[in-house]
């Protein structure tokens, strides 16, 4: 196999790992509303002659707002009332529900997302940087696959070259 074909096997490994630990972290810091963030989240390999890449990307284009948090800003009365659903939060009436959205627009109005409300809510001890918690746990592991990956084709071109040499009436021993 050469080594583009291994490349391009290991790193489509690696992307599936990186969205599940992604989709994963975004559980953990209880950001699954809709679930298009995770449900959008795809990877993407491309491997050159002289590049390889794995590129995550995801439809949902508030990730950003997820992974860092927003300033303080209005978000739409609308928005928040189907976010109030899509987060299963529970309410009485329509009266209710509307009360609830205009506490939250006032909270991001002061504190921006994510709120200080929204660790005693949540349970969860991060709302933000998604991408790097679920990263950076990965990065020995794909260096170790990577260079596993690579060391093995290595390892198989030396030994057919050499085994060719020989055939030629070479006579090396290694």
Avoid: C
Avoid at 29 to 49: D, E
Avoid at 51 to 60: G, L, N, P, W, Y
Avoid at 130 to 144: D, L, T
């Amino acid at each position: 196999m050469d080594i583009r074909t291994i490349l391009n096997s290991e790193l489509n490994i690696i992307g599936r790992d990186i969205k599940k630990a992604l989709v994963n972290e975004l559980m953990n810091q209880k950001h699954i509303a809709t679930g298009k963030l995770a449900a959008t989240t795809k990877h993407k390999v491309n491997v050159s002659n002289s590049e390889a890449e794995v590129r995550i990307t995801s439809k949902a284009k508030y990730w950003s707002a997820i992974d860092n948090g927003t300033r303080p800003h209005s978000p739409p009365f609308d928005r928040i009332m189907q976010w109030i659903d899509d987060k299963g939060i529970s309410y009485a009436n329509e009266a209710e529900k509307a009360r609830i959205a205009t506490a939250i627009i006032r909270r991001i109005e002061i504190e921006g997302t994510p709120t200080k409300g929204s660790f005693a809510r949540t349970g969860a001890t991060h709302r933000t940087d998604y991408i790097n918690r679920a990263i950076n746990p990965q990065k020995s592991k794909i260096k170790k696959r990577l260079q596993k990956a690579i060391g093995d084709n290595i390892k198989v071109q030396f030994t057919k070259t050499i085994k060719k040499a020989n055939q030629d009436g070479w006579r090396i021993k290694v």
